[in-house]
């Protein structure tokens, strides 16, 4: 059975502080996305990464890093979180090609007071 | 400008009727796919559905079936016999081979609620 997990399911974090999401894959997908997602906005996407060490900008990057040392694992780190990254976070992974389908880890709900 | 385009946030169905969650998209590459994914109130997406460009006839799964309309840029899902467990976001995504076959958009979603 394919798995993508994530380190936190909840996650309650102060103005300010360094935060950091884990997303693993068992599936050996080269492809490794996070998106958020808010209501009435749909999943928009942070960053993916389609290789070890190699990383693009999604469509919303402003305030997020992310860093991938091995090919299951992927992490999006918030510097220095602000309220409105407040969220629920998505990790998901893929084969390539346009054809191929996403796999979602059960999500991140971030909460920054 | 809107990739895609899901115009019903919120749907109701009875149980066990057919029901049809509109998707239009916007893209200038001949290549792409489309895809549909249920997000249960547990929260995980699920893949339902894919489309290819170049494929001819409508996509089926089970009681899914994709409504592909090619020059209209429609994209709609069809789910026959609802059932309670039906219940649950709907989004509609598309990857264009333009973007390496990375990226995917989504839509905002629509909202389906089945009634018994």
């Known amino acids: 059975d394919v798995k993508v997990t994530q380190s936190s399911r909840y996650l309650v974090k102060r103005t300010g502080e360094k935060v950091f999401l884990e997303c693993v894959q068992d599936?050996?997908?080269?492809?490794m996305f996070w998106y958020r997602q808010d209501p009435g906005l749909g999943l928009r996407l942070i960053y993916f990464s389609y290789d070890v060490k190699m990383k693009e900008k999604g469509d919303i990057p402003e305030g997020y890093s992310v860093s991938r040392e091995k090919k299951e694992r992927f992490s999006l780190i918030l510097e220095s979180a602000s309220t409105n990254q407040t969220s629920m976070y998505l990790c998901?992974?893929?084969?390539?090609?346009?054809?191929?389908?996403?796999?979602f880890g059960p999500g991140t709900r971030l909460t920054v007071t | 400008a809107q990739k895609i385009t899901q115009t019903q946030p919120g749907m109701f169905v009875q149980e066990k009727e057919a029901v049809t969650l509109d998707c239009t998209y916007d893209t200038s590459d001949q290549s792409y796919g489309l895809f549909w994914y249920k997000q249960p109130s547990s929260g995980e997406m699920i893949f339902l559905i894919y489309?290819?460009?170049?494929?001819?006839q409508n996509a089926t799964e089970g009681r899914y079936s994709l409504n592909f309309q090619k020059a209209r840029k429609s994209a709609n899902l069809v789910i026959s016999a609802s059932q309670l467990g039906d219940s649950a976001m709907y989004f509609c995504?598309?990857?264009?081979?333009?973007?390496?076959?990375?990226?995917?958009?989504f839509g905002a979603g629509t909202r389906l609620f089945v009634k018994a």
């Open positions: 599936m050996d997908h080269e492809n």
């Open positions: 995504a598309m990857r264009e081979s333009n973007t390496g076959g990375f990226k995917t958009i």
């Open positions: 489309q290819g460009s170049y494929d001819e």
């Open positions: 998901a992974s893929s084969i390539s090609g346009t054809g191929a389908e996403q796999y």
